[in-house]
């Protein structure tokens, strides 16, 4: 049903959208890596004035198990204010949630009951690939005039190439593949765009089969896995520039467009550099001065994040010949003021954060060190538990003064880098939005058997969050 | 074209233009985008180019087929073609689709003529013109030049009213346009965009309605 206003969960500007009022629910992505139980959503209350606050106070179970829930999605986001297709009329309430091993697509209704939520469709993998020619889908973004879900793989869930397949926002039917051209690109990961310069960026990691059985090592070593962007024409659908970031840059996953629509410029973080294992977090920019909307895209280095030296004994056997900790850097996410950059280092266990105020300059004012391979550190309000997994999906709120972090990556690389277990937990942090730095919230911390056996990976905020929205005004 | 005709044309003319959806708000947009106050005013013509072009083709398909149907034909048709396309407004949960925002002044007058076109801009005007043709019901019975003479005439009413009604609704756009832009945000648009899609639906069965009862 539309509404007579505009859903109140659109904002015109990030400006606008930056004084949102504080969350009160999140939705966790979660999953059962042995596929015995179904995965669920879970819903975390988020206010610190409620007496629930810091636990799970709803658990919505799929019907089918082995999904591996991952990222998802809202229906609606801001970008329905966009004036070339505007319908600021419908509601913010349905979570898109791609189940990355199944290619299942479940629709959820946060309406009724927002700590119950309600699956109401089912998009089944068959449908996918027949329409789209896809599986495993990943990402998914509200776009102006339907829903934009990049898929890692072919239609025959093992191959390239993947890409994105195109969702109705109304009747949530898949509508086909987007590309009208895709040119060299083969490899599929993330994709976001710059809305207002009909510009769509991708990134790459690898194909269902390079990544399902877990990181194979001769493909990594042997520079095989993604290492370039995407940049397309958003109009016309078809690629437009291939940027490669070197094939010692193995895997280039998070993109992050700043929130301004006038600015056009980037991050996106690279897992991990073969030669000597640091990570990086490069910046894509265009200089409308040179050009303005026919120049070209470039892109650099901004940050780069060395390995750490680790005792033989205390690395798991993948690690074991290199004598180091990769820092592993698999998420980063931009405040909505696209003031500060988070980033995760999975394999070292640490938060950074970055005055990106200068994008071509990021200076680091933040750092909070949890989990981590041989780290393991502990949550302040838990000071005996040693922690597995680390920092992972990081997702920022609206106003930037929250920052909430899950330590899953992924069923079978976190069995690899994390072999006696990765275990669940969800921490939040505080932010100072003028100076930065950050604090652990020892008041939130939901783990273990919270959680039910299962992996915690993305986290949604109920209203949107540093990576859900799309602006078309400044 | 009485002054009542005129000042209907008109009044619909600003209903479309105070609608964010039918031109203001991009061209608005494009002026925050290049931060430019000339980015705004250029796009402000394109947008009502586009609008009169749609509205035009409906408004002189409307005072041509008045002036060789009897009045009660085209009441009847016209009314009943006005019900549906409302009903159908209201009940689609389609929306208006289109990609992109970096559009050529030609591109942007395209989206306007497409953007008013499937909201039944043009229909609109139906009811005002089906009035006025009531007088012009014989030319089929007349002769050759005179018949000639009498399509000419309906074209011409057809594009006065066209320009009556773009006028009106360029003046409101552009008004609504330079404020926001200059003076109040668009923070504004959270709370006075009201659903005008149904309002608009709405209008055109009951405009409908009206026509088919006092044919």
């Known amino acids: 049903m539309p509404l007579w206003k505009p859903d109140p969960t659109f904002y015109p500007s990030p400006r606008d959208a930056a004084a949102a009022p504080p969350e009160k629910l999140a939705y966790v992505a979660a999953f059962d890596r042995s596929a015995q139980q179904p995965d669920a959503i879970a819903v975390l209350d988020v206010d610190p004035g409620s007496s629930s606050y810091g636990t799970v106070v709803g658990w919505t179970e799929l019907p089918y198990t082995g999904d591996e829930l991952h990222h998802f999605g809202w229906n609606a986001c801001s970008s329905a204010l966009c004036p070339y297709a505007p319908h600021p009329h419908v509601e913010r309430r349905y979570l898109v949630v791609p189940g990355l091993r199944s290619s299942r697509i479940y629709i959820i209704d946060t309406k009724e009951e927002p700590t119950r939520p309600q699956i109401v ?25 339907g829903l934009y879900v990049s898929a890692l793989g072919g239609a025959n869930g093992r191959d390239g190439p993947g890409g994105v397949a195109l969702l109705d926002h109304a009747s949530f039917e898949v509508l086909g593949r987007w590309e009208v051209n895709r040119g060299p690109q083969y490899f599929a990961y993330d994709v976001w765009w710059h809305l207002t310069h009909d510009v769509l960026v991708t990134s790459e990691w690898g194909t269902p089969s390079m990544i399902e059985e877990g990181v194979n090592g001769d493909l990594l070593l042997g520079r095989k ?40 410029y980037g991050f996106v973080g690279v897992v991990v550099n ?45 690690l074991q010949p290199f004598g180091a900790v990769p820092p592993l850097v698999t998420d980063i996410d931009l405040s909505i003021d696209d003031r500060f950059l988070y980033v995760s280092c999975w394999g070292t266990g640490e938060l950074k954060q970055y005055d990106v105020s200068d994008p071509h300059a990021p200076r680091e004012v933040g750092s909070v060190r949890i989990g981590g391979i041989t780290g393991r550190t502990p949550h302040p309000a838990a000071p005996d538990l040693a922690l597995a997994g680390g920092p992972q999906m990081v997702e920022v709120s609206r106003d930037g003064r929250r920052v909430y972090v899950t330590n899953s990556l992924y069923g079978a690389w976190d069995d690899q880098f994390y072999p006696d277990g990765v275990g669940a937990w969800m921490a939040k942090l505080d932010v100072d939005p003028e100076r930065g730095g950050l604090e652990l919230d020892t008041r939130f911390f939901p783990h273990g058997d919270d959680f039910r056996g299962r992996r915690v990976h993305q986290a949604r905020l109920q209203g949107g969050d540093g990576s859900s929205d799309s602006y078309c005004f400044p | ?56 083709v409906v408004a002189v398909a409307v005072t041509i087929t008045g002036s060789v149907v009897a009045s009660r034909t085209l009441a009847i048709g016209g009314g009943s073609l006005l019900v549906a396309f409302g009903l159908w407004r209201l009940l689609s949960r389609r929306h208006f689709r289109w990609v992109g925002m970096r559009l050529s002044l030609w591109q942007l007058a395209a989206w306007s003529f497409l953007m008013s076109s499937v909201h039944g801009a043009g ?43 773009t006028l009106a609704m360029l003046a409101v756009a552009g008004g609504v346009a330079v404020l926001v832009y200059e003076v109040v945000g668009l923070t504004v648009l959270r709370r006075v965009w009201i659903n005008l899609d149904w309002v608009w639906a709405i209008a055109l069965i009951g405009a409908g309605a009206t026509t088919l009862l006092l044919r």
């Open chain 2, 123 to 165: 229909l609109m005007l139906l009811p005002v013109l089906a009035g006025s043709q009531g007088g012009h019901g014989h030319a089929a019975h007349q002769q050759g030049s005179d018949l000639g003479r009498t399509l000419a005439g309906a074209t011409l009413d057809g594009l006065g009213a066209t320009a009556v009604h």
């Open chain 2, 1 to 56: 074209m009485t002054g009542g005709q005129a000042a209907a044309l008109a009044a619909l003319g600003a209903f479309h233009g105070i609608n964010p959806g039918m031109g203001w708000l991009f061209a608005v947009a494009r002026g925050l985008q290049e931060r430019s106050r000339a980015a705004l005013a250029a796009s402000l013509p394109a947008v009502a180019a586009g609008h009169a072009a749609s509205v035009a």
């Open chain 1, 274 to 318: 073969v030669e000597d294992l640091s990570s990086s977090i490069w910046l894509w920019h265009r200089d409308e001065d040179e050009g303005g909307d026919d120049a070209a895209w470039s892109a650099r280095k901004v940050i780069e994040i060395p390995a750490e030296p680790a005792a033989e004994s205390d690395l798991p056997p993948l």
């Open chain 1, 121 to 145: 469709k089912v998009l089944e993998a068959e449908e996918l690939a027949k329409r789209a020619g896809y599986s495993r889908p990943h990402t998914v973004h509200c776009g102006p005039e």
């Open chain 1, 225 to 264: 896995y993604g290492h370039a962007l995407h940049f397309w024409d958003m109009r016309r659908r078809r690629h437009a520039q291939r940027i490669d970031l070197g094939d010692q840059h193995q895997m280039v996953l998070e993109l992050r467009p700043a929130h301004d629509p006038t600015k056009t």
